[in-house]
């Protein structure tokens, strides 16, 4: 052992490099079973690594995956399931919240290593019980100066995690005799098709007692229709007796009945059930609510009378359009809305009233053991189970969904929350409904910040003085406002002295470049040339309809380039996230001219589409790409901001999908109505009862 | 002890004897119970007085000094050597760390460093709780790649001097250039001219960007002087540059080279 290689008060990491000794009791294990793990750290929340192990042949730093993985997942909120993947490693963690720690470790993501998991549990629960001194004390002084010595508990934990999980996998294959197959009879193996096969089916639905064929066996019992084809190859898939020639003559069956049947969603069920014995004959069809007489359906004695019958009736008719002629003159009146009101406040107290029941209802059951467990969160210190915090979330959960956030986006950003608040200790005269409110807040506003800088006034000069035009194209499907939205954003740009052209790459909507046209009229009225330097401040590029898009906006590119504009935004027509060749349209245009902002412009209107819309634009704009740094969605242009009141749920979803940051927002149709996102109103406004 | 009083009173001015004889009488016709009683509520309000005093003003509250800066820029290493002159291997820091600090001076004072992460979504809400607080900021850039980070820099350093609660506490701004041991590292300066140019130009389309939806305008200060160029010496508060390395020339074991930085907190 050489001198250099022992652990030094400042040194508290072990690195295995290939060819020395280390300084370890048992180091041939660490060799040996390091190969498994590339590393493991455990660092504060504050940032200092506390202890860290590396594996043996590993030279990279684990700095740079630990780090893109508190940025991508802890940090936006994404902590639901526990594992994440960087290039080649795979990195599973565990939040400690009680005393602000994380847990990390690193494996190569072809190995499928079973006991991680309770690995990591294990060393969490031990590290803890052997530092709990250290790590109970407030400030960070304690753990600069600590040396964590965890190499010996770490080797024998690993050590029994890999035994354990060597002694599950070698499980001794049983011999015939104790196999189900030698209790069938041959006749019972033998199929022939129709009625024997559900026969057979019977016979091996006894014959198989596995766990794994339970289910498929007591579903196959209750629904024929479709299940039974699944059960059947659940089946196959449960029985080891089968030699492989009955398996492929049994596969061959299957899908030949598949064929006849055609698209084999529900096989008929009259090749499985057992046919009827006798022949049906034809009979009458008998309706159960058709009455049994004729007689009241004859109506030709009234017909007799019809003369002064139908007299009667025209009069009748006569009066009634006369009520309806006269009743629409004069000003239209407004809508009856104190119905509508009513209605809608008899429904508000009926859900309040049921969900009041339930909340009584569950008040009760835990009410004497919730008395003394409340006072206790009151005054004592509580750490926090997610048994606590389920009813509070659930019920953040269903407030978020009313106030327009997703719904899948809104359950995974409350297993966030609860797994960063779980094992937390709650400080004096806080309940629990305060601590998770808090803790959500402060989430959705780190939701909301920008991960980057975003100010594109600055962007816009650096692009000036590169002499070249900054590009801007805006996205999204129909009907969200990128017209009207990118002549807000042209009115900014001229008002603080940049040059604009429009590139009219909607060639597909009728009127589509005459709006912009009409738009450029006004600008330029607005901000006459004169006061401008002598050239108009916003110039539209066009060439009609019906043209390639990409082309056009190729082209407007080259034509800013020589004629000195700062910006060009260039409108794309509005299309269906599912529409493939539009998609692939979109695509195009944005890999060929490269343009400095890709702008997804989404109304706040939206619910739950907001999901998929966003989802399948930036899936789209990756997969049509040639180079492996595909441009995705850069921004997001939030519109109709003023149609919402506080259901500004739409924000939170958007951001939350993408990682990208608002860059304007819409409240109006004017060219003043754009504005910049205000994290914290918006969370205040969401948080609001 | 309400004799030795009246004596003293009694020698030092003679007209009011009458009165304090009258007094004297009235209270020693009371019930000497009650005279405690009365005694004790009179001296409990005055420590309470004194005590609200003391924790409310806001002077002694602010011991606080903050490191900043942007992420992967070495606050949490330089929190470190600070506090203990150890290296430690550091990750992303996600929530604040704070320790107190013995400043290396004759008055020996105390005071509360605390490192606040670095990442963008977290920066605006560790800043909002801890600003208020803070009796010096050392805002810590990244030297060595300060020219490609010089945009997302003078952004931060915009933030922080329009900021109103730190225009008007005006603590001390100390811009440590880190990572001097690395070689393409730039100087103090240089560092310095470069954000003078950047705050420039920023500082004219921050004043012109949209308000927020709400309508309220974050930041409306013009920093520097309109018409001139801007300058650091142009700002009320004062804002030093001084160079540093947390992690030292000789590598992690060695020591660390923040003399600077220690004498620039010294000072304060």
Same mark, same amino acid.
């Given at each position: 052992?050489?001198?250099?290689?022992?652990?030094?008060?400042?040194?508290?990491?072990?690195?295995?490099?290939?060819?020395?000794?280390?300084?370890?009791?048992?180091?041939?294990?660490?060799?040996?079973?390091?190969?498994?793990?590339?590393?493991?750290?455990?660092?504060?929340?504050?940032?200092?690594?506390?202890?860290?192990?590396?594996?043996?042949?590993?030279?990279?730093?684990?700095?740079?995956?630990?780090?893109?993985?508190?940025?991508?997942?802890?940090?936006?909120?994404?902590?639901?399931?526990?594992?994440?993947?960087?290039?080649?490693?795979?990195?599973?963690?565990?939040?400690?919240?009680?005393?602000?720690?994380?847990?990390?470790?690193?494996?190569?993501?072809?190995?499928?290593?079973?006991?991680?998991?309770?690995?990591?549990?294990?060393?969490?629960?031990?590290?803890?019980?052997?530092?709990?001194?250290?790590?109970?004390?407030?400030?960070?002084?304690?753990?600069?100066?600590?040396?964590?010595?965890?190499?010996?508990?770490?080797?024998?934990?690993?050590?029994?995690?890999?035994?354990?999980?060597?002694?599950?996998?070698?499980?001794?294959?049983?011999?015939?005799?104790?196999? #189900?197959?030698?209790?069938?009879?041959? =006749?019972?193996?033998?199929? *022939?098709? +129709?009625? !024997?096969? &559900?026969? @057979?089916?019977?016979?091996?639905?006894?014959?198989?007692?596995?766990?794994?064929?339970?289910?498929?066996?007591?579903?196959?019992?209750?629904?024929?229709?479709?299940?039974?084809?699944?059960?059947?190859k659940t089946v196959e898939n449960g029985n080891q007796g089968l030699t492989p020639e009955e398996d492929m003559?049994?596969?061959?069956?299957?899908?030949?009945?598949?064929?006849?049947?055609?698209?084999?969603?529900?096989?008929?069920?009259?090749?499985?059930?057992?046919?009827?014995?006798?022949?049906?004959?034809?009979?009458?069809?008998?309706?159960?609510?058709?009455?049994?007489?004729?007689? #009241?359906?004859?109506?030709?004695?009234? =017909?007799?009378?019809?003369? *002064?019958? +139908?007299? !009667?009736? &025209?009069? @009748?008719?006569?009066?009634?359009?006369?009520?309806?002629?006269?009743?629409?003159?004069?000003?239209?009146?407004?809508?009856?809305?104190?119905?509508?009101?009513?209605?809608?406040?008899?429904?508000?107290?009926?859900?309040?009233?049921?969900?009041?029941?339930?909340?009584?209802?569950?008040?009760?059951?835990?009410?004497?053991?919730?008395?003394?467990?409340?006072?206790?969160?009151?005054?004592?210190?509580?750490?926090?189970?997610?048994?606590?915090?389920?009813?509070?979330?659930?019920?953040?959960?269903?407030?978020?969904?009313?106030?327009?956030?997703?719904?899948?986006?809104?359950?995974?950003?409350?297993?966030?929350?609860? =797994?960063?608040?779980?094992?937390?200790?709650?400080?004096?005269?806080?309940?629990?409904?305060?601590?998770?409110?808090?803790?959500?807040?402060?989430?959705?506003?780190?939701?909301?910040?920008?991960?980057?800088?975003?100010?594109?006034?600055?962007?816009?000069?650096?692009?000036?003085?590169?002499?070249?035009?900054?590009?801007?194209?805006?996205?999204?499907?129909?009907?969200?406002?990128?017209?009207?939205?990118?002549?807000?954003?042209?009115?900014?740009?001229?008002?603080?002295?940049?040059?604009?052209?429009?590139?009219?790459?909607?060639?597909?909507?009728?009127?589509?470049?005459?709006?912009?046209?009409?738009?450029?009229?006004?600008?330029?009225?607005?901000?006459?040339?004169?006061?401008?330097?002598?050239?108009?401040?916003?110039?539209?590029?066009?060439?009609?309809?019906?043209?390639?898009?990409?082309?056009?906006?190729?082209?407007?590119?080259?034509?800013?380039?020589?004629?000195?504009?700062?910006?060009?935004?260039?409108?794309?027509?509005?299309?269906?996230?599912?529409?493939?060749?539009?998609?692939?349209?979109?695509?195009?245009?944005i890999a060929v001219n490269m343009p400095d902002l890709v702008l997804f412009v989404g109304e706040a209107l939206?619910?739950?589409?907001?999901?998929?819309?966003?989802?399948?634009?930036?899936?789209?704009?990756?997969?049509?790409?040639?180079?492996?740094?595909?441009?995705?969605?850069?921004?997001?242009?939030?519109?109709?901001?003023?149609?919402?009141?506080?259901?500004?749920?739409?924000?939170?979803?958007?951001?939350?999908?993408?990682?990208?940051?608002?860059?304007?927002?819409?409240?109006?149709?004017?060219?003043?109505?754009?504005?910049?996102?205000?994290?914290?109103?918006?969370?205040?406004?969401?948080?609001?009862? | 002890?309400?004799?030795?009083?009246?004596?003293?009173?009694?020698?030092?001015?003679?007209?009011?004897?009458?009165?304090?004889?009258?007094?004297?009488?009235?209270?020693?016709?009371?019930?000497?119970?009650?005279?405690?009683?009365?005694?004790?509520?009179?001296?409990?309000?005055?420590?309470?007085?004194?005590?609200?005093?003391?924790?409310?003003?806001?002077?002694?509250?602010?011991?606080?000094?903050?490191?900043?800066?942007?992420?992967?820029?070495?606050?949490?290493?330089?929190?470190?050597?600070?506090?203990?002159?150890?290296?430690?291997?550091?990750?992303?820091?996600?929530?604040?760390?704070?320790?107190?600090?013995?400043?290396?001076?004759?008055?020996?004072?105390?005071?509360?460093?605390?490192?606040?992460?670095?990442?963008?979504?977290?920066?605006?809400?560790?800043?909002?709780?801890?600003?208020?607080?803070?009796?010096?900021?050392?805002?810590?850039?990244?030297?060595?790649?300060?020219?490609?980070?010089?945009?997302?820099?003078?952004?931060?350093?915009?933030?922080?001097?329009?900021?109103?609660?730190?225009?008007?506490?005006?603590?001390?701004?100390?811009?440590?250039?880190?990572?001097?041991?690395?070689?393409?590292?730039?100087?103090?300066?240089?560092?310095?001219?470069?954000?003078?140019?950047?705050?420039?130009?920023?500082?004219?389309?921050?004043?012109?960007?949209?308000?927020?939806?709400?309508?309220?305008?974050?930041?409306?200060?013009?920093?520097?002087?309109?018409?001139?160029?801007?300058?650091?010496?142009?700002?009320?508060?004062?804002?030093?540059?001084?160079?540093?390395?947390?992690?030292?020339?000789?590598?992690?074991?060695?020591?660390?080279?923040?003399?600077?930085?220690?004498?620039?907190?010294?000072?304060?």
């Amino acid at each position: 052992m050489t001198e250099a290689n022992s652990l030094t008060a400042s040194q508290t990491c072990i690195l295995c490099t290939s060819g020395r000794f280390l300084p370890v009791k048992d180091e041939n294990y660490l060799i040996r079973g390091g190969k498994m793990l590339d590393f493991f750290t455990i660092f504060s929340k504050g940032g200092i690594v506390l202890w860290c192990f590396q594996g043996a042949g590993v030279s990279e730093s684990f700095a740079g995956p630990v780090n893109a993985l508190i940025r991508s997942v802890i940090l936006q909120e994404r902590s639901g399931n526990n594992s994440y993947s960087h290039e080649a490693l795979s990195l599973k963690y565990k939040l400690d919240n009680e005393f602000e720690l994380i847990f990390v470790v690193g494996f190569q993501k072809i190995l499928t290593l079973t006991y991680v998991d309770k690995f990591i549990d294990d060393v969490q629960l031990h590290f803890r019980d052997r530092y709990k001194n250290e790590l109970e004390q407030k400030g960070a002084l304690k753990l600069l100066n600590n040396n964590f010595e965890f190499e010996d508990d770490f080797t024998m934990l690993l050590r029994e995690a890999e035994e354990s999980s060597k002694a599950r996998s070698h499980v001794a294959m049983r011999s015939f005799k104790e196999s #189900e197959k030698s209790q069938k009879t041959v =006749k019972s193996m033998i199929e *022939t098709k +129709g009625v !024997d096969k &559900s026969k @057979e089916q019977g016979g091996k639905k006894n014959k198989n007692t596995k766990k794994e064929a339970a289910p498929a066996a007591d579903s196959a019992k209750g629904d024929k229709g479709k299940v039974t084809s699944s059960g059947q190859k659940t089946v196959e898939n449960g029985n080891q007796g089968l030699t492989p020639e009955e398996d492929m003559q049994k596969k061959r069956e299957e899908f030949f009945r598949k064929r006849i049947v055609g698209t084999a969603e529900k096989p008929i069920s009259s090749t499985k059930s057992p046919k009827p014995q006798k022949p049906r004959e034809k009979r009458m069809r008998v309706w159960d609510m058709g009455g049994n007489s004729t007689k #009241e359906l004859d109506y030709s004695k009234s =017909k007799g009378e019809g003369s *002064t019958n +139908g007299d !009667d009736q &025209s009069l @009748e008719t006569k009066m009634d359009p006369g009520m309806q002629v006269s009743s629409m003159e004069g000003e239209l009146p407004p809508v009856d809305y104190e119905s509508s009101d009513e209605g809608e406040i008899e429904e508000e107290d009926e859900r309040v009233v049921v969900s009041g029941t339930s909340k009584t209802s569950s008040k009760k059951g835990g009410s004497f053991g919730g008395m003394f467990g409340m006072l206790k969160g009151l005054v004592g210190s509580k750490s926090l189970s997610s048994d606590d915090m389920e009813p509070v979330l659930e019920k953040m959960k269903e407030h978020l969904i009313t106030k327009n956030v997703a719904a899948d986006i809104a359950s995974k950003l409350c297993d966030s929350v609860a =797994k960063k608040l779980e094992g937390k200790v709650m400080g004096t005269f806080t309940t629990v409904a305060s601590t998770v409110k808090q803790a959500l807040q402060d989430s959705l506003v780190q939701i909301l910040q920008p991960k980057r800088r975003v100010d594109i006034l600055r962007d816009v000069m650096d692009a000036q003085s590169q002499r070249r035009p900054f590009v801007i194209t805006f996205c999204g499907v129909n009907g969200v406002g990128k017209s009207t939205n990118l002549a807000k954003i042209s009115f900014w740009l001229i008002e603080n002295g940049f040059t604009v052209l429009i590139a009219a790459c909607d060639t597909f909507r009728a009127g589509a470049v005459e709006q912009l046209r009409t738009h450029e009229r006004r600008l330029n009225s607005l901000h006459p040339q004169e006061q401008h330097g002598g050239r108009p401040v916003v110039q539209l590029y066009e060439k009609g309809y019906g043209k390639d898009a990409a082309g056009i906006a190729m082209e407007a590119i080259a034509y800013a380039r020589n004629q000195v504009f700062d910006v060009v935004l260039v409108d794309t027509a509005g299309r269906m996230q599912d529409n493939a060749p539009l998609m692939t349209a979109l695509a195009k245009l944005i890999a060929v001219n490269m343009p400095d902002l890709v702008l997804f412009v989404g109304e706040a209107l939206v619910g739950n589409e907001a999901v998929d819309q966003l989802v399948k634009f930036n899936q789209a704009l990756a997969d049509h790409s040639m180079s492996d740094r595909p441009r995705l969605i850069d921004g997001i242009v939030l519109t109709k901001f003023d149609t919402i009141d506080d259901k500004v749920g739409a924000a939170i979803s958007m951001t939350y999908i993408t990682g990208q940051p608002i860059v304007f927002v819409g409240t109006g149709q004017t060219y003043s109505d754009l504005r910049s996102l205000n994290a914290r109103a918006v969370v205040s406004a969401l948080m609001k009862a | 002890m309400v004799e030795k009083a009246d004596v003293e009173m009694e020698m030092a001015d003679n007209p009011f004897e009458p009165y304090i004889e009258s007094l004297r009488q009235q209270l020693e016709e009371q019930d000497p119970v009650l005279l405690i009683a009365l005694i004790v509520a009179l001296a409990v309000v005055v420590i309470t007085c004194v005590f609200l005093k003391y924790f409310l003003s806001s002077k002694t509250v602010r011991s606080a000094v903050l490191l900043v800066g942007l992420c992967e820029s070495g606050k949490t290493l330089l929190f470190s050597r600070l506090l203990s002159g150890n290296f430690k291997r550091t990750q992303t820091s996600i929530t604040d760390s704070s320790a107190p600090y013995k400043a290396k001076n004759d008055r020996a004072c105390t005071w509360t460093l605390i490192d606040l992460p670095g990442h963008d979504s977290l920066r605006p809400q560790y800043l909002e709780k801890f600003k208020s607080a803070a009796r010096a900021i050392v805002f810590v850039v990244d030297s060595a790649i300060f020219q490609k980070e010089v945009r997302d820099v003078a952004e931060f350093l915009y933030v922080l001097l329009t900021d109103s609660v730190i225009s008007r506490n005006g603590p001390a701004i100390l811009v440590a250039c880190n990572k001097q041991d690395i070689t393409m590292a730039k100087s103090a300066k240089l560092i310095q001219q470069q954000l003078e140019k950047e705050l420039n130009t920023l500082r004219v389309t921050r004043s012109a960007a949209l308000s927020a939806q709400d309508g309220s305008i974050g930041g409306s200060m013009y920093l520097g002087k309109k018409g001139k160029d801007f300058e650091f010496s142009q700002l009320p508060v004062k804002v030093e540059f001084l160079e540093c390395s947390a992690r030292g020339s000789k590598g992690e074991e060695g020591e660390a080279d923040i003399q600077n930085l220690e004498k620039s907190l010294a000072k304060l």
